[in-house]
């Protein structure tokens, strides 16, 4: 069974940092695309970031270029957002998820940036 | 960047009614369209990728059509537990983009 567990959403202020990491099992995961998708209270689905199956390349919403770093360890099966002078209009919960083909989410982790 | 519209944004429906959705793209995206579920304060799932390929274990009451720049989600047989906001998602070309969801509520 594909799982992806999130971890690491806070609480941060305005400026602040915060890193999330995602857990995968039950596929095999050096081989897949990865990637994390926001969504704001009440809002839509926003796609933030992803990272090919190797690590090579990232590509990253014009939102969050800059600030956010997507990276991955196939060695561990985990995935990382490494956030960075977050914003208030940062504050969503974030999903991992495989995104091409046949697509699996995790649980999301909230991230609440605030003063 | 490509334009996801989605269609309608709200709909009601009976139990034992059919519905369809709409997802237009503002460019040609072939097959690499997916559709996904999302019930409140749950994650998102999937139920279509490859525009009509069913995922796994998803009820085959669901199935999707279209290529290049329409495409559709058919839900037949409605059920109560069908109430949730269906998103569409093109995967073709970064950045990728999501229509902006259809409220189906069932009477």
């Known amino acids: 069974e594909v799982q992806l567990v999130e971890s690491g959403g806070d609480i941060i202020q305005p400026g602040g940092s915060l890193t999330l990491s995602c857990a995968a099992s039950?596929?095999?995961?050096?081989?897949?695309?990865m990637g994390w998708v926001r969504q704001a209270p009440g809002k839509g689905l926003e796609w933030v970031s992803d990272i090919s199956a190797t690590g090579a390349d990232t590509y990253y919403a014009d939102s969050v270029k800059g600030r956010f770093i997507i990276s991955r360890d196939n060695s561990k099966e985990t995935l990382h957002l490494e956030m960075k002078s977050l914003r208030t209009d940062d504050t969503a919960i974030y999903y991992c998820?495989?995104?091409?083909?046949?697509?699996?989410w995790g649980q999301g982790t909230l991230v609440t940036v605030s003063s | 960047d490509i334009q996801m519209t989605q269609s309608p944004p709200s709909v009601s429906a009976s139990v034992g009614d059919r519905v369809t959705i709409t997802c237009r793209a503002s460019?040609?995206?072939?097959?690499?369209l997916a559709w996904f579920q999302q019930k409140p304060g749950r994650a998102p799932k999937t139920l279509i990728f490859?525009?009509?390929i069913l995922q796994s274990g998803v009820p085959s009451k669901f199935s999707g059509s279209g290529s290049g720049t329409e495409f559709t989600l058919t839900i037949s047989t409605l059920q109560p537990e069908d109430s949730a906001t269906y998103f569409c998602q093109q995967y073709n070309f970064y950045p990728l983009t999501f229509g902006g969801g259809t409220k189906l509520e069932i009477e």
């Open positions: 490859g525009a009509s």
């Open positions: 460019q040609g995206i072939h097959s690499y």
């Open positions: 039950g596929f095999t995961f050096s081989n897949y695309a």
């Open positions: 998820a495989r995104l091409v083909g046949e697509g699996y």
